[in-house]
Every structure is written in structure tokens, then in C-alpha cells.
């Protein structure tokens, strides 16, 4: 029973997206219309609701399968008690984010963004095929992104998992 | 009629088609486009993240607009909802708003305080600014011969109460009614609002193309020249990992992927080289023919 926090609920409406958690009276149907969930059973949104509910932090934190929400919304239309399960799931994974928990596919788009601005880079090659097409030419990106990096320290976050 | 065309990473990375027909068909209808340096990405990758950087990447894109006092046209489906999502909550809340303008200012990065902008899909655009009545007066070559099927994708409908006007999440028509207008027949079939798969494309392939399939499958079973979308990512799904994903489950689709703005220009008498039809994957020769 040491594994259950009672608070984590609360800890989850605090995030953005979480705050409606508590509404849910637990009818199913995020899990019903999830096209996730008709492919791979470990991913059922009722029952991770239930579990931030009870408290099982740790459990859920870091569960892989938080991460496979594919954000399609198919359950936040549905839901009865407007609890908004997508939003519900970003703020649990910026709470396993901050726990340590990152996929690497997100440290990657992290680095590309940094660098570029955007998740590919548009050099000189790809501007003269796109001058060839009649495509106006794309600027290099001045670093806004990378700024906004700086400030909010996201590779603070992101340097805590690779101390772990 | 004048916005700041937000292309937004995927299109700029691997939807040149997408672009190209979006900008011909733009011409045509006498909507301009203005390309703005200073946009980056739409902050939609982090939102799972880091909210408060997703929330801060795409405020900075809109404010960049605002300043030009410039509507944005997105043509990315989740670019679309990140920015209608931050610059709604933007329009709504002033004091944050001015807070955040006195937050980049202090980075040294200026920006007005004005009275907001709107973010709106190019396909809603046309729709609900152009008009299926108006569209209809630009069509020169009916594509009677031709049937398809429609795919809208998630974050361009949903989630509903971030748009205005919001469509039916359960039964959109917008789409339909735009393929209807160029003539050619419109299939309703069971899996049309499914998602394509591509948000946990990076988390799990195997997964990702499993929710691909199904629609792919029901379509090349139903014979429709092609499926017609409006998000580049849907499109790197359905299109350039078709071949991935005919390999994986042993099975043929050979359906052909078409840009909403792409089946238009067809329509408009357009050449296919200016719509860039050449680049897509799955071959449109075929299509092509039968309007010949």
C-alpha cells in the first residue's frame, strides 16, 4: 500500500488538461471509442483514470503506455462528464516528464527543434528544389524556438532523465 | 482576402505537393498568402511535454501574425488545433495575453498588444469564407469519372469546442461537400473518422500502422479512385508508408492519396505538374487518365 498516494489526483488537476479528472463516473466510453484500445488492450483509458483515481502514482508514471495515446479526441467528444481524457493524458505525461519518464522519439524532436525551429531542417538544397517548383524560399529559422527552450528549461527536464 | 500561410514542419519537410496545389489553387481563387520569416514550428510536439512550452511556441507564432495584422491559414491538421487552441485561450484572456506580450519583451522580442486574429485550416477557408456556391464558378472540368473518399482526420474537427463555428465531430460535411463540388462522387464508408495513426508514429510503428490499416483496407476493397485529405501527416500515413504498411499485413491497397487542394486543382483545369501530383507516392496515373 506505500505505492498509493492519495494526493496524485489532485497533483493531475493541477496540470493543464487534467483539472476535470474528477468528474469521471467511470461509464467506459473513452475507452469504447478508443481505435487505440481495439488494437492493443494494455492501452485502456477507463482503467488509467481509475488508476490516477486510486492514487497509483509510480504505476502509471511509468507505464510505457501512457505514451500511446494517439490524441485523436474520439473519447473527450464522447465523454458524458466533459473530463477530457486527451488533455487528461498530456498532463500525466508532463508529469512522468518531469519525474524523469521521456521517450527518446521526444528527445530527438526536442534536439531537431532546438537546432532548426522545426522538425526538418530546410537548407540550401531543399530551397533551390523548391525554387525549381516555384516555392517561395524558406528563411533559416532565427532561434525563437530554441529561446523559448531556454526560458521555460526544457533541457533541464530533459538532462534529469539522462542523469537517471 | 490576405492571410499568413502557417505551412507549418511536416509540409515544409516532406508535403512540397501539398504546397504547390495549395498556392495554385490560391491564385485561382484570388486568396493571398503571405509568408512570414519569422513563423517556427506550431509547438504541437511538446505539448505532451512541456505544456508551458508548446503553449509559449505557438502564442509566439500568433503574435507574429497579429503584428502583421494577419489572419493565419494553416494547412496542417495539427498545427491547426494548437494554434486555434492557444489563440482562442489568447482571445479570451487579455491579462494573460499582455503579460506574456511583457514577458517577450523583457527577451528582447517585441510584440503589440492588439485585439487578436483568427486561425482557420485552409480547407475551412474554403468552405466557410469562399463557399461551395462560389468554388462551383471555378470549376472547368468536371471530375464526373471519378469517386472518393474522404478522410478528415482528428485535430481538424476535433477537439469541437476550440473551433467556431464547430462542425460535427460524428458527421462532418464540410469535405464531403468541397469533393462534391468538383463533380465527382462521394463515398461514405465505415471507418471515415478513424485517426490515421500518425501521433504515436514516433512511440510505436507497429501500432501506428495497425491504426492505419483498417481504412486502407476497406477502401481498396470499395474501388474508389482515391482518398482525399488535408493534413500532411494523415497523408505520410496513407500515402508514403503505404507500401510499409501493404508489406507488413501481406495485402495490396494501391489506393491512391490525394491533397484536398490537389483534387480542386484537377478541377480547375489545372496541369497535374502545378498541383505536384507527381510526388505523390502511390501513383495517380490511373485517376489522371479518366479525366482525360
Known amino acids: 500500500m506505500n505505492e498509493i498516494d492519495p494526493k496524485f489526483k489532485y497533483e493531475v488537476a493541477q496540470e493543464p488538461g487534467g483539472e476535470k479528472i474528477k468528474l469521471c463516473f467511470a461509464c467506459g466510453i473513452c475507452t469504447a471509442s478508443c481505435p487505440v484500445r481495439e488494437i492493443d488492450e494494455r492501452y485502456n483509458p477507463r482503467k488509467i483514470i481509475r488508476m490516477i483515481l486510486l492514487g497509483m502514482k509510480r504505476r502509471v508514471l511509468e507505464n510505457d503506455f501512457i505514451w500511446f495515446c494517439s490524441s485523436c479526441y474520439a473519447c473527450t467528444e464522447r465523454c458524458p462528464q466533459g473530463v477530457r481524457f486527451t488533455d487528461v493524458m498530456n498532463a500525466i505525461k508532463n508529469l512522468a516528464v518531469k519525474e524523469g519518464y521521456v521517450p527518446n522519439a521526444y528527445i530527438q524532436q526536442i534536439g531537431l527543434l532546438r537546432q532548426f525551429g522545426r522538425l526538418y531542417e530546410i537548407d540550401e538544397f531543399d530551397n533551390n528544389k523548391r525554387a525549381a517548383m516555384g516555392l517561395p524560399k524558406v528563411a533559416k529559422a532565427k532561434g525563437f524556438t530554441r529561446r523559448i527552450m531556454e526560458i521555460t528549461g526544457i533541457d533541464r527536464i530533459i538532462q534529469r532523465k539522462n542523469e537517471k | ?292
Open chain 2, 1 to 292: 482576402m490576405k492571410y499568413a500561410l502557417f505551412p507549418g514542419c511536416t509540409v515544409l519537410g516532406r508535403g512540397r505537393n501539398y504546397e504547390m496545389s495549395t498556392r495554385a489553387v490560391a491564385r485561382v481563387l484570388g486568396i493571398e498568402f503571405v509568408d512570414l520569416d519569422d513563423f517556427e514550428c506550431c509547438g504541437f510536439p511538446l505539448k505532451s511535454v512541456h505544456y508551458d512550452t508548446y503553449y509559449i511556441m505557438a502564442a509566439r507564432n500568433i503574435l507574429t501574425a497579429e503584428e502583421e495584422g494577419l489572419d493565419i491559414c494553416t494547412l496542417c491538421s495539427a498545427c491547426t488545433g494548437s494554434l486555434t487552441e492557444v489563440n482562442k485561450h489568447l482571445n479570451e484572456n487579455f491579462d494573460e495575453k499582455a503579460k506574456l506580450i511583457a514577458q517577450f519583451k523583457k527577451q528582447g522580442i517585441e510584440f503589440r498588444m492588439g485585439r487578436g486574429i483568427r486561425v482557420k485550416h485552409l480547407v475551412k477557408i474554403l468552405y466557410e469564407e469562399i463557399g461551395t456556391k462560389k468554388i462551383e464558378g471555378y470549376i472547368k472540368k468536371k471530375l464526373s469519372n471519378l469517386t472518393f473518399a474522404p478522410h478528415y482526420g482528428c485535430h481538424y474537427l476535433k477537439p469541437s469546442d476550440i473551433y467556431e463555428p464547430a462542425e460535427d465531430p460524428e458527421n462532418p460535411k464540410s469535405l464531403d461537400e468541397l469533393i462534391a463540388v468538383t463533380g465527382a462522387k462521394v463515398v461514405n464508408y465505415s471507418e471515415k473518422l478513424k485517426c490515421c495513426g500518425a501521433g504515436i508514429l514516433a512511440i510505436n510503428e507497429d501500432t501506428a500502422y495497425s491504426l492505419t490499416r483498417p481504412k486502407l483496407k476497406e477502401l481498396s476493397d470499395n474501388s474508389v479512385d482515391a482518398i482525399v485529405l488535408m493534413c500532411p501527416f494523415c497523408s505520410v500515413m496513407y500515402d508514403d508508408n503505404q507500401k510499409k504498411i501493404e508489406q507488413k499485413f501481406q495485402e495490396q491497397y494501391n489506393l491512391p492519396v490525394l491533397y484536398y487542394p490537389q483534387t480542386l486543382g484537377l478541377a480547375m483545369g489545372l496541369e497535374p505538374k502545378v498541383l505536384g501530383l507527381q510526388m505523390n507516392r502511390v501513383s495517380t496515373k490511373a485517376l489522371l487518365e479518366k479525366i482525360k
